[in-house]
């Protein structure tokens, strides 16, 4: 929609055009279903409800992006992967202390 999202791709396990969500007993508002991923069940959560931004319709297809982290991965629910481009370090800006509830 209109509101953008960027990820450093060394955050990035996968970046899924389209894929089915699957239920799971972790479904919820915010979590909307698993999918397979290298041998993995991975979480998806609805990205809009998570940064309190509202939420994506609901539907049985989804764009996704894995993300890694030293406990284990997660999806990301996105409209669709619009582009994947190079940013240069001294132009990402550290987000504002007010917008984070933990560092």
Do not use: K, N, W, Y
């Amino acid at each position: 929609g209109v509101l953008p999202f960027g990820v450093a791709a060394m955050s990035v396990d996968a970046t899924v055009p389209r894929t089915t969500l699957r239920a799971s007993s972790l479904e919820s508002a915010l979590c909307r279903g698993v999918i397979d991923h290298h041998g993995h069940e991975v979480p998806v959560v609805d990205t809009l409800h998570l940064l309190g931004l509202g939420e994506l319709p609901r539907g049985a297809e989804s764009a996704v992006i894995v993300l890694r982290f030293p406990q284990g991965m997660v999806g990301l629910m996105l409209d669709q992967v619009r582009d994947i481009v190079r940013v240069a370090p001294g132009e990402i800006l550290p987000l504002q202390p007010l917008g984070l509830s933990m560092p």
